[in-house]
């Protein structure tokens, strides 16, 4: 095996004898980590190239994963014996002289670029949550609390520049290169490493009341009847995130409301005054937030003292029905009654659906364009051997709302890389749908030999 420190790469290298090991393999959830026999942190796209070429001259090669902020709760951006791109150290944020658009290294978390265009009094289409890496975002999608007015974050990708299979450095758009970005729009890591996107930047939207109405559990019934009156007339500023959790200290099974409207105090406090009114809350904190970078933050208390260990799964629905959601709600009650599972919790977010749906399946890798609303089911525990019964948990809810969305509408919505629980649990014809066929065209082109191996990997077309 060839001395990688011979390649002449200029970042950081780490290995398993290196002080900082653990440190550099661990990620968001201690479900995610795989002991890598190889950290690299490239400061350029030079590294980057060079990184790729070690691992693909070793005999057998070395397996590549890419990590950008870590936040999947799968394996996806780790390795076991192989060799891990982590782009932490490559994160500069730049907007444009014009102030239209905004690079972004393919390091960089949301916060990195929240704090920088708030200087500009502008905001990007990105995660709701700041620690969350902007490449597995964009590439996996990217439903941010802004959809309902700006899209999707791949429908404000302008263009990117890839570090491809072979090393070579292209950048691609809808003239350049447009299936491979056509492919990284919602396909996930596999066709390369984004080592730089160019979103667009719009104006700020304001402030926006956020926070947290807290209910018991026997008043689901009451608050779903509000909500419902909320998204009959649902401004495009307004996104509600309905949660079941148990809070400290007796961690009885609760609602939680959690807002996100735009606008002044006066019109953001009259959009949910239902939901203290015709619903009494047992618990309140709202503020008004004046940017989007103190938005990201909201969850910052809730989430401090999550338990190591994490697991994600998503699912897309078309309407708020009240049967489906009560029915996760029992099924949620009674696997928390656990002491180790406890902090699983359940998310129903509620945007206006128009704006993404109005992008047709076609345009993107990225496949669920019907209008829909989305479940987000997270599995929090401290011990591994509540890892299995976790995983089947989430997949017993993801496709209890799966096959009652395809019994109501008729149709098989498709599971976005960002919500899928991992590989196992969702094929590529789950996640990308009737663009399957497409994306294995752009992986024969881009990467014929599988070099990017890593989450959901699409099987090149025969030539």
């Known amino acids: 095996m060839s001395d990688i420190n011979t390649y002449g790469i200029q970042g950081s290298i780490v290995t398993p004898t290196s002080a900082d090991y653990e440190k550099a393999i661990a990620r968001n959830s201690a479900t995610s980590v795989l002991r890598a026999g190889y950290i690299v942190y490239p400061t350029s796209t030079n590294d980057i190239s060079l990184a790729v070429k070690f691992a693909l001259a070793q005999t057998p090669r070395l397996e590549i994963a890419i990590k950008g902020g870590g936040c999947h709760s799968s394996t996806n951006s780790s390795t076991e014996g192989g060799l891990v791109i982590d782009l932490s150290h490559y994160k500069a944020v730049k907007v444009s002289d014009d102030k239209a658009t905004v690079a972004i290294q393919g390091g960089a978390i949301w916060g990195d670029v929240y704090t920088e265009v708030e200087k500009y009094n502008l905001v990007v289409v990105g995660g709701n949550v700041w620690f969350v890496g902007v490449g597995g975002f964009i590439t996996g999608g990217g439903h941010s609390h802004l959809s309902g007015a700006l899209g999707l974050?791949?429908?404000?990708?302008?263009?990117?520049?890839?570090?491809?299979?072979?090393?070579?450095?292209?950048?691609?758009?809808?003239?350049?290169?447009?299936?491979?970005?056509?492919?990284?729009?919602?396909?996930?890591?596999?066709?390369?490493?984004?080592?730089?996107?160019?979103?667009?930047?719009?104006?700020?939207?304001?402030?926006?009341?956020?926070?947290?109405?807290?209910?018991?559990?026997?008043?689901?019934?009451?608050?779903?009847?509000?909500?419902?009156?909320?998204?009959?007339?649902?401004?495009?500023?307004?996104?509600?995130?309905?949660?079941?959790?148990?809070?400290?200290?007796?961690?009885?099974?609760?609602?939680?409301?959690?807002?996100?409207?735009?606008?002044?105090?006066?019109?953001?406090?009259?959009?949910?005054?239902?939901?203290?009114n015709e619903v009494k809350p047992v618990f309140e904190q709202i503020f008004h937030a004046p940017n989007f970078n103190i938005v990201s933050h909201g969850s910052d208390e809730f989430l401090s003292n999550s338990p190591p260990r994490s697991l994600i799964g998503g699912v897309g629905f078309k309407e708020m029905w009240e049967d489906v959601i009560g029915h996760v709600f029992g099924e949620w009650i009674a696997f928390t009654e656990n002491e180790d599972r406890k902090g699983c919790f359940v998310l129903w977010e509620f945007g206006v659906r128009d704006k993404v749906a109005s992008v047709p399946s076609t345009d993107a890798a990225f496949a669920l364009r019907e209008p829909h609303y989305y479940a987000v089911i997270t599995g929090r525990h401290t011990q591994p051997e509540s890892d299995q019964p976790t995983r089947d948990w989430i997949t017993k809810i993801v496709s209890y709302v799966s096959e009652e969305n395809k019994k109501r509408t008729g149709k098989l919505y498709q599971t976005p890389v960002n919500f899928a629980l991992g590989p196992d649990y969702a094929s590529v014809e789950d996640i990308f749908g009737d663009n399957v066929e497409r994306l294995r065209k752009a992986k024969a082109k881009y990467d014929p030999t599988k070099v990017w191996s890593r989450g959901w990997v699409i099987e090149p077309a025969s030539s």
């Open 153 to 276: 974050a791949i429908d404000n990708l302008v263009s990117a520049t890839v570090v491809l299979a072979d090393g070579r450095v292209v950048k691609c758009d809808r003239e350049v290169e447009p299936e491979l970005f056509w492919a990284i729009r919602g396909g996930g890591s596999q066709f390369g490493v984004v080592a730089e996107f160019v979103v667009k930047a719009h104006p700020a939207r304001g402030s926006a009341l956020v926070g947290a109405l807290a209910y018991p559990g026997t008043e689901l019934p009451n608050v779903l009847k509000v909500l419902k009156e909320h998204l009959q007339a649902q401004p495009v500023g307004s996104k509600l995130t309905l949660g079941f959790a148990r809070a400290p200290p007796h961690f009885y099974p609760g609602i939680m409301l959690l807002p996100y409207v735009e606008g002044s105090k006066e019109e953001s406090e009259a959009a949910i005054s239902g939901f203290r």
